[in-house]
């Protein structure tokens, strides 16, 4: 495949039953451009149960890519949830299509599909704007390991 673009996979004729898992409450969507392979997307890989919810499932810890939508609806009932929401915390849920983003663990890859795929949906408080000092593929790089490794 082109460097920064995943193959197309497709089931066809899926079995009764299979589907995707998705957050009920994502959203965002992303058009994933890279991802990483963390030692638990190899134990998934690998058929180790207890590291995953259920199967199949797409694996993929971390991902990096664009947002394609985003469904407000979130940020305004937590506006109007009188919580006291300061200006980062609007931007960081406030995004906009096109924008490059990172998501690194929570859940994707392990109790919903995660970044092995081209598009995955999850909810914007997850997702971080790609840091300036770094590529999408560099975040890729780096992983949920190397942030964990640094903090």
Not at 68 to 97: C, H, I, N, W, Y
Not at 110 to 128: E, I, K, M, N, P
Request: proline share 4%; hydrophobic share 40%; net charge negative.
């Amino acid at each position: 495949a082109e460097r920064g673009k995943l193959k197309a996979r497709r089931l066809i004729n899926a079995p009764e039953g299979v589907r995707r898992l998705q957050d009920p409450e994502a959203d965002v969507t992303v058009e994933v451009k890279f991802s990483s392979l963390n030692y638990k997307d190899g134990m998934i890989l690998a058929g180790q149960h207890g590291v995953c919810r259920s199967f199949p499932i797409v694996p993929g810890i971390d991902a990096a890519g664009l947002v394609q939508s985003v469904d407000t609806s979130s940020l305004q009932a937590l506006e109007a949830s009188g919580l006291g929401l300061d200006e980062e915390m609007k931007r960081s849920l406030s995004f906009e299509p096109g924008e490059e983003v990172v998501l690194t663990g929570n859940k994707i890859g392990q109790y919903f599909d995660g970044g092995y795929s081209q598009w995955l949906r999850c909810q914007a408080g997850w997702l971080v704007k790609r840091p300036e000092v770094f590529t999408l593929e560099q975040c890729m790089a780096l992983g949920t390991a190397g942030v964990t490794a640094t903090t």
